[in-house]
């Protein structure tokens, strides 16, 4: 199963994006994205999964819940937008890892690139950074990768372009 992750659109959507997650059997979107334009344009190239971050309103929060926890491909998943990063979880999400036990953990957020294993908890932490235009980051990034036989195989970065 191949899987397009990116995260921290903050409404923006363009055809570079779309390109890159052309071909993705499911698109996963890690919060923040800020404009119904860019989850229906995502919708369109492969079935969506998505979490709200801080930026987005009422009506996007409605759609899009704050957690995300379901199975691929063996694998079991916790995504949320605001999770820190290993050594520096947020309140509540180093008690849920050590609880759960998800084999992947994606959150966004911080707009920084972040694929690494965590031993405190086992499993692998991924961030894809920021697709999107505003914020701190200098390069436009997400992430690509297969889920087969309960593991991540072949991850790629992708990168966007500049801010």
């Known amino acids: 199963m191949r899987i397009g992750l990116l995260s921290d659109t903050h409404g923006h959507i ?4 779309l390109h890159h997650l ?19 344009a995502l919708a369109k190239q492969a079935p969506l999964l998505a979490v ?42 180093r008690r849920g890892l050590t609880q759960h036990r998800p084999d992947i953990f994606v959150c966004g957020h911080s707009h920084i690139l972040m694929v690494k294993p965590d031993k405190s908890w086992g499993g692998i932490h991924l961030n894809p950074g920021a697709a999107g235009k505003q914020g701190f980051h200098r390069m436009r990034t997400l992430l ?10 072949d991850p790629e970065v992708v990168e966007l372009g500049p801010r």
């Not at 363009?14 to 994006?17: A, V």
């Open 14 to 17: 363009d055809d570079r994006i």
């Open 22 to 40: 052309s071909g993705c059997d499911e698109i996963w979107h890690a919060g923040d994205i800020g404009h119904f334009r860019v989850t229906d």
């Open 52 to 93: 709200h971050g801080n930026i987005d309103d009422q009506l996007i929060r409605r759609d899009f819940p704050e957690h995300q926890h379901f199975e691929r491909e063996g694998c079991i998943i916790w995504m949320t937008h605001i999770g820190g990063r290993p050594g520096r979880y947020a309140q509540g999400i």
């Open 144 to 153: 690509r990768f297969n889920l087969r036989g309960g593991s991540i195989r």
